[in-house]
């Protein structure tokens, strides 16, 4: 059972547009929730992450919004750039599992000049 | 500072044939993870440690071993490569659970 689903599976934006990328989870014991970024040949890098006790989290041009009632939170890359292009995953953890981290499948953003 | 390293970068292997993925972190991490990553299924954790000398499974452990000696090391082993084992492979270390996990440049396995 996937405990953290993704979604698009793919994204093409126009340069200065909006991204918008979308996670449910189903244990809502979870209480850690990041986005990695990874570029091609890379391992995925932190971007950003939130804890339940905050309904939204911004970091320069990224922001996290966290619905914890609907079990789903969601990144949102404002004035998106081509250098942004990359695979993103969501992820969920938390101790009651050990700590494990739940990874989304991805989605592999394109943002085009 | 390094971060965290793996070694070997690329494999090819026969089926039926053993081999050791070595992971170090120089950060001195406690938690350290190894995970696969298949298109479509994004990463999914074989093992994890949550310090030296500690071991436990992830969502996807079947055909894999790993050993914790030394707390800077998480060695990954195939005992008996499948075709099915063809995945690229990141290690990852965490100063503790549910934290930020610092990953290496991965490992791309190829068993022929």
């Known amino acids: 059972q996937q405990q953290v689903k993704q979604s698009p599976q793919s994204l093409i934006v126009q340069k200065g547009g909006i991204s918008i990328i979308n996670c449910a989870y189903e244990n809502t014991a979870f209480d850690y929730f990041p986005w990695y970024q990874q570029f091609p040949g890379k391992g995925p890098a932190l971007l950003i992450a939130i804890r339940p006790d905050v309904s939204e989290k911004k970091e320069g041009r990224f922001t996290i919004s966290f619905n914890k009632s609907a079990k789903q939170f969601s990144l949102h890359i404002m004035d998106s750039q081509p250098g942004d292009s990359a695979t993103y995953f969501c992820?969920?953890?938390?101790?009651?599992?050990?700590?494990?981290?739940?990874f989304g499948t991805g989605t592999s953003l394109t943002v085009i000049p | 500072n390094a971060g965290v390293t793996q070694t070997p970068k690329f494999r090819v292997l026969k089926t039926g044939q053993s081999m050791t993925l070595l992971c170090a972190q120089d950060m001195n991490h406690e938690y350290m993870y190894w995970y696969r990553q298949d298109p479509g299924m994004g990463l999914r954790l074989i093992h994890y440690s949550v310090g030296e000398g500690t071991t436990a499974k992830g969502e996807v452990p079947d055909g894999y071993n790993v050993s914790r000696l030394k707390k800077q090391n998480f060695l990954l082993g195939l005992e008996s490569a499948a075709p099915s084992q063809t995945s690229v492979y990141f290690c990852?270390?965490?100063?503790?659970?549910?934290?930020?996990?610092?990953f290496g440049q991965g490992t791309r396995l190829t068993v022929v």
């Open positions: 992820a969920a953890s938390c101790m009651e599992t050990g700590n494990q981290f739940y």
């Open positions: 990852a270390s965490s100063w503790v659970g549910n934290t930020e996990a610092f």
